[in-house]
């Protein structure tokens, strides 16, 4: 069975770096960065004259999947291969009619992908609703009347920022009783918890391969409930969207699952980098996983003074933010003279976040804190 020291072993990144950002993006294990590398060699040269390079990469397509959707407890219909999180969000805003006045809802709290897509419609005449946080929570008062009367809500399951688990399945269910669909943006939550994409009974999840999943860019998931796929028409239809692309004859028919999301030509080499990552994850375990992450931000948090942790006390994912004086330069310093990577967010302001995944090890914890001790002031 794969341990955790294992992964870390296997991710050349370490042997120059303490790498603490995996909430931006982790860096791979070999194993998976060659399995994408097998992919595009047998793509180019072993399927040249058969099957095909296409048969072959529809029929990798199918398989990747069924691997994904085992992995997120969904049906193979439910799923289609993405290049991200920001891609997926996006295919969902454009597969919905929108008239002027439509209500959208969004918490304040939403990455950069939960929020411009809404702007641009906003521009067009909808009614964009941000629901206030505080400290990573949801007001749930203020979250219910601006669902009251909208047609669509985004939120995050698991914030960026803040590294605090918002209480999707409520917040589903009172969107729903208003009659909204729903996406959410899960991208902070597989690969670090056990999660099953259908407990929340959202109508959309977008999520991405590259941050706790081990996985590369371009590698981007998109969930979508069979009960809503049916009214969903895609702005982008491509060749892998219909039934039977080139037929002349007939007007063209969308697939009848999620794969009318897929428009052309992919590479297949993130997916096949996704199957390897899921492969290591199953193999290590979301149970050890989830446990080496909250022993590491456990540590960090217990010994981070308590006026400049801003993510929880008792760490709820692998995210630890903290307040610091000119967070640039702190970030700067840590890497110059600790080898030690994390980065600045836009808000809370004043503050830097670590991302602690199952690669990393108490000795990359108390480096983080010396290194924090010596570049911070009135630490």
């Given amino acids: 069975m794969t341990k955790p020291a294992d992964i870390r072993a296997a991710v050349p990144a370490f042997e120059d770096v303490r790498y ?3 909430g931006a993006s982790g860096p791979s294990p070999q194993s998976v960065v060659q399995a994408a590398q097998n992919a595009i060699e047998m793509h180019e040269w072993g399927v040249a004259s058969d099957p095909g390079p296409y048969p072959h990469a529809f029929d990798r397509y199918d398989d990747i999947r069924s691997t994904v959707a085992d992995f997120l407890g969904a049906s193979p219909e439910e799923i289609a291969l993405t290049q991200s999180t920001s891609d997926g969000i996006n295919r969902v805003a454009g597969a919905l009619s929108w008239e002027p006045g439509d209500v959208i809802v969004r918490t304040d709290l939403e990455h950069p992908a939960g929020v411009l897509p809404w702007e ?19 007001d749930r008062d203020a979250y219910r009347d601006a669902v009251s009367d ?22 589903v269910a009172d969107a729903h009783d208003a009659g909204a669909f729903v996406l959410v943006d899960a991208v902070q939550i597989p690969g670090q918890r056990s999660f099953d994409v259908t407990q929340w009974d959202a109508d959309a999840v977008a999520m991405a391969s ?14 979508i ?25 007939s007007q063209y028919e969308l697939k009848s699952g999620a794969a009318r999301f897929e428009v052309g030509t992919t590479n297949t080499a993130p997916y096949t980098a996704l199957e390897s990552a899921i492969e290591i994850i199953e193999d290590i375990g979301t149970d050890t996983i989830q446990s080496h992450i909250n022993m590491l931000t456990t540590r960090a948090s217990a010994n981070i003074p308590s ?3 801003v993510s929880p006390s008792n760490p709820e994912s692998g995210l630890v933010t903290v307040h610091v004086e000119n967070p640039q330069t ?4 840590l890497n110059a003279e600790h080898d030690i990577v994390v980065r600045t967010l836009p808000d809370p302001a004043d503050s830097i976040r670590a991302s602690l995944h199952v690669y990393n090890t108490r000795e990359d914890v108390d480096a983080l804190l010396s290194g924090l001790q010596s570049t911070v002031d009135a630490w």
């Avoid at 909208?150 to 917040?171: D, H, K, M, Q, R």
């Avoid at 590259?210 to 969930?223: A, E, S, V």
């Fill in 20 to 22: 603490m950002n995996t």
């Fill in 120 to 138: 641009r419609l906003e521009r067009r005449g909808c009614d964009v609703r941000v629901v206030p946080t505080q400290n990573g929570r949801i």
């Fill in 150 to 171: 909208a047609s669509f809500v985004c939120l995050s399951a698991l914030t960026w920022n803040y590294g605090t688990i918002l209480p999707v399945e409520a917040l």
């Fill in 210 to 223: 590259h941050k706790w999943m081990l996985g590369l860019w371009g590698g981007g998931i998109l969930y």
């Fill in 225 to 249: 409930d069979d009960s809503v796929i049916d009214d969903l028409d895609p702005a982008a239809i491509g060749y892998r969207s219909v039934v039977s692309p080139g037929d002349e004859e």
């Fill in 307 to 309: 006026d400049r942790l």
């Fill in 330 to 333: 702190v970030v700067e310093r």
